[in-house]
Each structure stands twice: as structure tokens, then as C-alpha cells.
Antibody, heavy 119, light 108 residues
Framework: EVQLVQSGTEVKKPGESLKISCKGSGYSFTNYWIGWVRQMPGKGLEWMGI????????RYSPSFKGQVTISADKSISTAYLQWSSLKASDTAMYYCATLRTYYGGCDYWGQGTLVTVSS | EIVLTQSPGTLSLSPGERATLSCRASQSVSSSYLAWYQQKPGQAPRLLIYGASSRATGIPDRFSGSGSETDFTLTISRLEPEDFAVYYCQQYGSSPRTFGQGTRLEIK
């Protein structure tokens, strides 16, 4: 059974750094893409970017390029989303999801990680 | 960037009725690379349809997708109580991938 398990809720202050994780199991981690999606409180879904853990090929949505870093450690089947300096506007739920092919829908989703940034 | 506009914003229907949700793209979606997702409160989205008309694994056949180029439709033939949720379309044929703003399907 394909599963993505994300790290837990985070409460941070503006300017702090953060790295959240998404651990895959039940499939070949290096053969599926992983995407990240933001959902701000009460709002819709926003595509952030995608990574292929097999070779770390990473593509960012222009809205998020330079704002976050997507990475993966295939030795532990885990993808990451990180910020170097959080802002209050980063407060949101963040989801990871698998894609069996680059040109495919997001088949399986993590449970989400809630990030709250407040002074 | 392809902008997806979903309509209506909110759809009020009763169980047993037919639901028709629209997703219009600002430019042609390459190879009908269009997906539909369902999201219930407090849950992650779930893939319903990919490639504009292919049902994802485990999705009941009351859900169907159609359309091409700039106009796409998700149809739920007979609404079940568990179908009341928010629905999003997404295009993944052009970079960046984009989502529509969502249609809320509520019980009348």
C-alpha cells in the first residue's frame, strides 16, 4: 500500500528556518515524482514544485522559486520542503503527493503538515 | 501560465441529483492533461479523474470526466451523501501546473 507520512504541526516565528518532511513507503521511492502543494487557511490549492527522487531533478512554480527549497534523500525515502526565513504569509497546510509519471495526476497524498508562523 | 476558472463557485443539490462542474482554461491544455480532485473538510485531496476522462483507482463510476482543449466537465451522475465536498481541477500539461479555484458542492 502506497503511503506518504508527513511530519507534524509546526509553530514558528517570522525569520526562523524550517524543514518539513514526507516519507514514502509501499512503492519504489526513486521511481515516482513527488509534488508539494500549499493550501492557505480557507483557500484553494496551489502548486509549489516537484522532484524526482531518483536523480533529484526539481522544478519549481515561478511563484515559489527562490522562496522554498525542495529536496529528497532517497536513502531514507523522504522528501523535504524547507524555508530559510519564514514569513507570516507562509502560514498554511502543506501537502506532498506522488505522481507515477511527470505528466500525471497526484495519485497519493500525505496527510498534510500545518505550518503556523506568528510572532 | 494557464489560468483555470471553475464554475459555479457553489452548487447546491440534493442526494440523487446529477452534478455538472465546469473547468475552463485560459489556453488549450496540452494532451488533455487535466485532473479532478475531491477534498473534504480536514482531509487531503483525492484524485478522481486524470487525462480529462480516466477514473483513478477505486473511484466509483458515477464520477466521469469529459472535455478537451479549454473546456472540461466533471459529472457526478447520482449524488451520494459522501460526494458533498470541494472539487478542484488541475492542468499538468504546461509548466507551472495550476489549479482552479474550486467548486463547493453543498447539500440543498
Amino acid at each position: 500500500e502506497v503511503q506518504l507520512v508527513q511530519s507534524g504541526t509546526e509553530v514558528k516565528k517570522p525569520g526562523e528556518s524550517l524543514k518539513i518532511s514526507c516519507k514514502g513507503s509501499g512503492y519504489s521511492f526513486t521511481n515516482y515524482w513527488i509534488g508539494w502543494v500549499r493550501q492557505m487557511p480557507g483557500k484553494g490549492l496551489e502548486w509549489m514544485g516537484i522532484i524526482y527522487p531518483g536523480d533529484s531533478d526539481t522544478r519549481y512554480s515561478p511563484s515559489f522559486k527562490g522562496q522554498v527549497t525542495i529536496s529528497a534523500d532517497k536513502s531514507i525515502s523522504t522528501a523535504y520542503l524547507q524555508w530559510s526565513s519564514l514569513k507570516a504569509s507562509d502560514t498554511a497546510m502543506y501537502y506532498c503527493a506522488t505522481l507515477r509519471t511527470y505528466y500525471g495526476g497526484c495519485d497519493y497524498w500525505g496527510q498534510g503538515t500545518l505550518v503556523t508562523v506568528s510572532s | 501560465e494557464i489560468v483555470l476558472t471553475q464554475s459555479p463557485g457553489t452548487l447546491s443539490l440534493s442526494p440523487g441529483e446529477r452534478a455538472t462542474l465546469s473547468c475552463r482554461a485560459s489556453q488549450s491544455v496540452s494532451s488533455s492533461y487535466l485532473a479532478w480532485y475531491q477534498q473534504k473538510p480536514g482531509q487531503a485531496p483525492r484524485l478522481l479523474i486524470y487525462g480529462a476522462s480516466s477514473r483513478a483507482t477505486g473511484i466509483p463510476d458515477r464520477f466521469s470526466g469529459s472535455g478537451s482543449e479549454t473546456d472540461f466537465t466533471l459529472t457526478i451522475s447520482r449524488l451520494e451523501p459522501e460526494d458533498f465536498a470541494v472539487y478542484y481541477c488541475q492542468q499538468y500539461g504546461s509548466s507551472p501546473r495550476t489549479f482552479g479555484q474550486g467548486t463547493r458542492l453543498e447539500i440543498k
